[in-house]
């Protein structure tokens, strides 16, 4: 968490990496005869082998309003 500083953004860079072992990848840290993909992943981020980008999330939607006022009968 220090690293990272966001839970979200921790478990996306764990998880992505650890699809990316579990596909064929190569470890970059040596001795990983009994550790499982996540711990593989974890320790290189720890070890710094690891690096992201963090992007701004800009929503372009358009938004739109109703008008939530109750009309009143006089």
Request: hydrophobic share 40%.
């Amino acid at each position: 968490m220090e690293k990272v500083g966001d839970p979200y953004t921790l478990i996306n860079i764990i998880s992505k990496r650890v699809r990316q072992l579990s596909s064929g990848s190569r470890p970059l840290i040596p001795d990983t005869e009994k550790m499982g993909w996540a711990d593989i992943a974890m320790t290189e981020l720890i070890l710094d082998k690891l690096s992201w980008e963090t992007t701004e999330f800009i929503n372009t939607a358009p938004v739109y309003t109703a008008n939530l006022r109750r009309k009143y009968r006089a």
